[in-house]
């Protein structure tokens, strides 16, 4: 059993930047992805970044260069800078934390609402 608790949304101005961070408890395992992933109503939810236990990043195009994903393994807990933030990026943004190759280990936070006005 895994928990994930997501903090630091809210409204932001098109060009500006915020910092969401996702604490981690439970039963964590080690060989683990945590990321981000963000939705709007009436679209899939789509990978924002992810990042692995050892430190390996991936973005989603639509964000390289602007978003830097960091963790802290010692407080479990992964953090997603938003930088040049654009209206676009409105959306609920969720955390994720899975394992690197058991399917059936995937948690998911509450979810985090982020709204960047114009």
């Known amino acids: 059993q895994v928990q994930l608790v997501e903090s630091g949304g809210g409204l932001v101005q098109a060009g500006g930047s915020l910092r969401l961070s996702c604490a981690a408890s439970?039963?964590?395992?080690?060989?683990?992805?945590m990321g981000w992933y963000r939705q709007v109503p009436g679209k899939q939810r789509e990978l924002v970044a992810t990042?692995?236990?050892?430190?390996?990043?991936n973005y989603a195009d639509s964000v390289k260069g602007r978003f830097t994903i960091s963790r802290d393994n010692a407080k479990n807990t992964v953090y997603l800078q938003m930088s040049n933030m654009k209206p676009e990026d409105t959306a609920v943004y969720y955390c994720?934390?899975?394992?690197?190759?058991?399917?059936?280990?995937?948690?998911w936070g509450q979810g985090t609402q982020v709204t960047v006005s114009s």
């Open positions: 994720n934390l899975r394992h690197l190759m058991d399917l059936s280990l995937n948690y």
């Open positions: 439970g039963n964590i395992f080690s060989l683990n992805v």
């Open positions: 990042a692995t236990y050892g430190g390996a990043t």
